[in-house]
């Protein structure tokens, strides 16, 4: 077993995957955190986005595609790849309970041929809130190393990383410190009825190095 400081949570130390230690968050840096604008911003654009998911076709809707492109950066695709990518969030939108993050994956790279690995994770956690996202600063923060293009067994590597994701998420969300940083949280943005993953999620993403 290997422990992650932050809350002190034991997480199974698997060969693709390594939880690094990071210093203990104090109540103030959470609170730093939470009140950047970049957050304050991001968590706007957010609310717009899963208001209006369920209210219109986000396969015809223009205007969701493009705050959705822009608030996650899905840009320089081709028009046929965000035909895919939005046809089917529309499709299973309403299956949230059932879709999983290999369903999203494996059919984006069978239609597509390109390997998604975060946008796929996007996708998922607009449809389904308690499901993480897959970014390049919460990987960071969680100590996980990045998987190569030419990484032996890729896709196998990427669908069970993933999963360590979501199993760190599954305990951390345990801990003090995850009920300090959801305390906070909802003092400065009350009634916002986002999933606490997501709010530790946002915590994760803006708490850079």
């Known amino acids: 077993m290997q422990l992650f400081e932050l809350g002190k949570v034991a997480i199974m130390k ?6 690094g230690d990071t210093e203990k968050i104090t109540e103030s840096e959470i609170r730093a955190i939470y009140t950047k604008q970049a957050l304050k911003d991001g968590l706007k ?4 986005i899963m208001d209006e998911l369920h209210r219109v076709n986000v396969a015809e809707h223009k205007e969701f595609q493009k705050k959705y492109n822009h608030f996650y950066r899905m840009r320089q695709r ?15 939108k309403k299956n949230k ?10 059919y984006i790279k069978k ?7 975060s946008f796929s994770s996007k996708m998922l956690a607009t449809i389904n809130p308690s499901k993480p996202v897959w970014d390049s600063f919460v990987l960071e923060n969680l100590g996980i190393k990045k998987i190569y293009p030419t990484a032996k067994d890729r896709e196998k590597k990427i669908v069970a990383v993933y999963h360590q994701i979501c ?10 410190e995850a009920d300090l940083i959801i305390e906070v949280f909802d003092e400065i943005y009350p009634n916002t009825n986002i999933t606490n993953l997501k709010k530790i999620d946002l915590f994760l993403w803006q708490n850079r190095k």
């Open 14 to 19: 698997v060969d693709i995957v390594c939880i």
């Open 45 to 48: 654009k957010y609310l717009e």
């Open 78 to 92: 081709k028009p046929e790849y965000y035909q895919v990518y939005y046809n089917y969030m529309e499709k299973m």
């Open 97 to 106: 309970d059932l879709l999983t993050f290999d369903d999203v994956f494996f």
């Open 111 to 117: 239609e597509t041929g390109r390997c998604e690995v």
């Open 167 to 176: 199993d760190w998420y599954e305990q951390f969300m345990k801990t003090e």
